[in-house]
């Protein structure tokens, strides 16, 4: 029975240089979210991945951040050029559909040096 | 400009007594509000949630109200139990959650 994994669980870099973090949704699960939370704030909606459709890409900062879903499944979100202000918690959800209750893992936690 | 706000950034609760958590939002089109629990180090459960075709939700020692025209809700645990000590998410949305910033409940045993 497991539940949404992302890996890695933290990650330092260095300013400029690009990072991937990976999720593994639940099995079946059709919906994919990504969300991060900044020091003292709320989690932020980034980016949302339904079944084969266009993902909803209106959360995302910049043009640095992309993510994609291969075959359904997993889910990376890339950051180019990595900048300070990127430094945060990047949560990754799932659920069955849109609209259902959203399963989240337990975070990447990326520090930009 | 955040439209979920939790004004409170901690709260500090007996054993035994009832929390209270409270949000407040902006926009009167939203819902469908949730709350989710954080324990360090994991990512936020799914606690319980509410519609807005209704004022009260209730599982078990926890209960959401919903006041539309004040467009606020709240969180009550009763009784309140040390392993409830988290930090709280109120959120609103159909699938791009707009969270707040949460409270951090601490209960004392």
């Known amino acids: 029975g497991a539940g949404v994994s992302q890996s890695p669980s933290n990650k330092v870099t260095e300013k400029g240089k690009d990072v991937e973090l990976r999720c593994d949704p639940i099995s079946g699960h059709t919906a994919l979210y990504w969300y991060r939370q900044s020091l003292g704030q709320g989690l932020e909606f980034l980016i949302y991945?339904?079944?084969?459709?266009?993902?909803?890409k209106s959360g995302l900062p910049s043009d640095r951040f992309s993510a994609e879903r291969t075959g359904g499944s997993v889910s990376t979100l890339t950051i180019q050029r990595t900048q300070q202000e990127d430094s945060a918690v990047y949560l990754c959800?799932?659920?069955?559909?849109?609209?259902?209750?959203?399963?989240f893992g337990p975070g990447t936690r990326l520090l930009v040096l | 400009d955040q439209q979920v706000k939790q004004n409170s950034p901690s709260l500090s609760v007996q054993e035994g007594r009832i929390s209270i958590l409270n949000c407040d939002y902006t926009?009167?089109?939203?819902?469908?509000f949730l709350w989710y629990k954080k324990y360090p180090a994991e990512g936020p459960t799914f606690l319980i949630s509410i519609s807005s075709i209704k004022d009260k939700n209730e599982d078990g020692r926890f209960t959401v109200f919903l006041n539309k025209s004040a467009k606020h809700l709240s969180l009550h645990i009763v009784p309140s139990q040390p392993g409830d000590s988290a930090v709280y998410f109120c959120?609103?949305?159909?699938?791009?959650?707009?969270f707040g910033t949460g409270t951090r409940l601490k209960v004392l045993a």
């Open positions: 959120a609103s949305g159909t699938y791009k959650y707009i």
């Open positions: 991945f339904q079944g084969n459709s266009a993902p909803d």
């Open positions: 959800a799932s659920s069955k559909d849109r609209q259902e209750t959203q399963y």
């Open positions: 926009n009167s089109m939203f819902d469908y």
